[in-house]
């Protein structure tokens, strides 16, 4: 610094990790070397896994230094406090591994948790939950594959959903996809809450009956399978033959 050499006072500093002295040298003699000094610092606490720190000087690096590293709840931890657009890119990204992964309920969990924004990038990942719900194995204990709080969720996420999506899509096709699938979850939610009560497995067994209109999105052969077991456990024979058989 004697003979004014600021960049190289700069790399000696960076070189022993003198990190605020680098800056400070910088900043007074030499503020072309600023941007220098941050990219830097970047890399420094990038190559060391220091995404904490990282967050302060460059959230999105520090976020995808968390992604790299798995830690999910990190990451949406901070992004939440950076809001709606920042956090939604990584709840997005989340909830595609989950359904890649095969767990289509942890994906949800996200957006029952952060919201369901009408942001038009995300509809697919929606409408990929509501497939891969729709189609989980039928379970003689846990009729239609998922239980009455994961159906409410789900629910509860297409009504988000759909309320979001009134101005900016009114009309649409895909609000009115959206909508649909809010009718379906409406009706796997009353169905799952029914079926355990002895006195309400008739509505449990008219819900199955009905859904089967919605056959083009529910998977046909486990619709009608759910509907023809129900209708046999109440007796009604004939429906059940009728359903069972296709």
Known sequence: MGVEMIKEAVDAFIAAQEWGKAKKVAKELEPRLEPYVDQRYKDFLKNEGKADQLASVDLISALDMYVEQGNWDRALETA?????????KYVAMCATKAIKDGKPIDALSLYK???????AQNFNIYKRIAVDLLALPFDDDNPGGANYLTWASFRDIMLDLTENMRHEYEGSQALQDFTLLLLISHYMALRAACMPQNALKEIATKISVALLRHTDVIPADKAFYEAGIAAREVGWLNMAFVFLNR
Do not use: E
């Open 113 to 119: 948790k952060y919201g369901a924004p009408a942001f």
């Open 80 to 88: 939440a406090s950076h809001g709606q657009d920042v956090l939604h």
